[in-house]
């Protein structure tokens, strides 16, 4: 039973199919202590319009998100994800950062963290960090490390760390970065920091940041998250960086036969970074939290000019049938301007599970903007629910004999939803956002984000 509630809670969590996913995505170390005064921005870019993907850039994002909220006890209102983020995202959400930090004015410290394309200037001088909508060749379409590190020196902070998961190094096909790496062959010199700040990047010189394909992310993020789950959150800046440097040069190695050599510097008012701590009190429990991603890069570009599309072409009811591991599952989903309902059957019936139905209702206001249906209503104001059952093969003949069954099952599901709300809305604590490739008036087509999309004809 409790794949099938997966399945539809991790269907609108991000339109993907579930996969095997990392150690560290599961059984995630949740801190009892809370910490208000850490500010968090997650960036990580996967799709790309003029590039190759980034494999699993989006899975690094939301689990790095998670880590923040449970295991460093950061709140999730002091959190900004930011996937697959334009320049003009990127500059928004550090504005953001900016406001916070100065009006704590330095009782209150940063997380920059990114994962992404990197890239050089044409000289060599510079480096960039490339949104979505940016071009390896035209150094102008990115974010320049030069003026993201003077914009965080410049914050009065107890202290700012960033983590890059990208590289300025790699290979090119066709004009074209690689989806193997997070970066572009040419040696960058590092940039110089100000104020209080400290740098951990997932290679040095002209080494490439690789994926860790077994676990399903970024080589570098892997191992912060595995050091983070290693001790609860309780882990010094040194510390870490000394534990990530080890495990990803020896990994890289045996699965690349490459060199990647993790790197840390700081500006020259950091000089105690390495007792830095993550979080000062260690978790000490953990939670299965069942993040059900698809982790595999994308490769679709939206084909249609989004911008004419009006939020009312969307109202109605449509349906998509989707293969679970050979077993066929209506989808449907009914948007009526101010609420979405999605429901999955099963067509080709499980006789000992027969057929299950269920809902989704987030009430809200909804509108269009590029490619994406945007979610204006805060996740905590979702409702997700058992609506109905209905049972046949073995499974009906059961519950005819036994009628008190139906009613264990319907608890332990509404169980399981219970656990995954906390999820739910920490997926969607800021407003959600469902990438659309096409829309006509008679068919849609959603992005997985993570590699494949899904077809939706109009049914009413």
Not at 92 to 103: D, Y
Not at 321 to 331: A, L, S
Request: with cysteine; aromatic share 8%; proline share 4%.
């Amino acid at each position: 039973m409790k794949r099938y509630t997966l399945l539809i809670l991790g269907l609108f969590l991000c339109l993907g199919t579930t996969k095997a996913q990392s150690s560290v995505d599961t059984q995630i170390a949740v801190n009892d202590q809370k910490d208000p005064n850490t500010f968090v921005l997650v960036i990580s870019n996967e799709n790309y319009k003029y590039e190759q993907p980034v494999p699993f850039a989006l899975n690094d994002g939301s689990i790095f998100k998670l880590y923040c909220e449970n295991t460093l006890g950061i709140p999730s209102k002091n959190i900004r994800y930011a996937p697959d983020a334009t320049l003009n995202d990127m500059r928004m959400q550090l504005m953001w950062l900016e406001k916070v930090m100065k009006a704590f004015q330095g009782d209150a410290r940063a997380i920059v963290y990114y994962s992404g394309h990197g890239m050089p200037s044409e000289d060599g001088k510079h480096a960039y960090l490339l949104p979505v909508d940016g071009n390896s060749q035209l150094a102008g379409s990115g974010l320049s490390t030069e003026s993201l590190y003077k914009q965080l020196g410049q914050l009065p902070s107890k202290g700012t760390i960033v983590l890059l998961d990208a590289c300025f190094s790699g290979a090119r096909r066709d004009g074209k970065m690689l989806a193997s790496n997070r970066g572009v062959a040419i040696k960058v010199k590092d940039e110089p920091l100000t104020g209080n700040m400290v740098v951990f990047s997932a290679a040095q010189g002209d080494e490439t940041a690789y994926p860790y394909q077994e676990q399903k992310h970024g080589l570098f993020t892997y191992y912060v998250l595995s050091a983070l789950k290693e001790k609860g959150g309780a882990i010094s800046l040194g510390d870490l960086s000394d534990q990530v440097t080890k495990m990803v040069t020896r990994t890289s190695i045996v699965e690349n036969n490459k060199s990647q050599t993790p790197t840390i510097h700081s500006s020259s008012s950091s000089t105690n970074w390495r007792n830095w701590r993550f979080a000062d009190k260690a978790a000490t429990r953990f939670e299965n939290m069942d993040v059900s991603n698809d982790t595999s890069a994308s490769t679709f570009t939206p084909t249609v000019d989004q911008g004419s599309v009006k939020p009312q072409s969307l109202i109605g009811t449509w349906k998509s049938v989707n293969d679970n591991n050979g077993q066929k599952i209506d989808i449907f989903f009914t948007f009526t301007g101010s609420s979405f309902t999605m429901k999955n059957v099963l067509s080709e019936t499980d006789p000992r599970l027969g057929v299950i139905t269920f809902s989704i209702l987030i009430p809200g206001d909804y509108n269009l903007k590029g490619n994406k249906l945007i979610i204006k209503s805060k996740a905590n104001k979702a409702e997700l629910k058992v609506e109905n059952m209905e049972f046949s093969g073995e499974a009906a003949e059961k519950i005819r004999q036994k009628p008190e069954l139906k009613e264990q099952v319907m608890t332990m599901l509404e169980k399981e939803i219970k656990k995954s709300k906390r999820k739910f809305v920490s997926g969607f604590s800021n407003d959600g956002e469902i990438p659309i490739i096409s829309l006509t008036d008679t068919q849609l087509i959603m992005s997985l984000g993570r590699g494949e999309s899904m077809t939706f004809t109009r049914v009413q």
